[in-house]
């Protein structure tokens, strides 16, 4: 059985960034797939499974993160973890 690795960039676009209740949101998604999630962006990098790790890399509005997804279910959570971000967590509604 082979490891799937996959990536995606995709940009912050709730006001807040990545604060606590987004950085919660995501760790509860990455936590529901059978694949590691590392979140990087710049020089720093967090396991999205992590809420403390995902503030501090202190994502703001307008940056871009690089999600990466490896194992059995990489496919679809990095497609999870894209549409989250991409609806702002379900921010400004």
Known sequence: MSVETVEATVTILNKMGLHARPASQLAQ????????ITVHQAEKSADAASV?????????QG???RIEA???????ALQAVVNLI???????R
């Open 52 to 60: 403390l790790g995902l503030m501090m890399l202190e994502s703001q």
């Open 29 to 36: 998604l990455a936590a529901q797939y059978d694949a590691t």
């Open 63 to 65: 940056k871009s993160v």
């Open 70 to 76: 490896s194992g059995s279910q990489a496919s679809e």
């Open 86 to 92: 991409s609806q702002k967590f379900n921010e400004d």
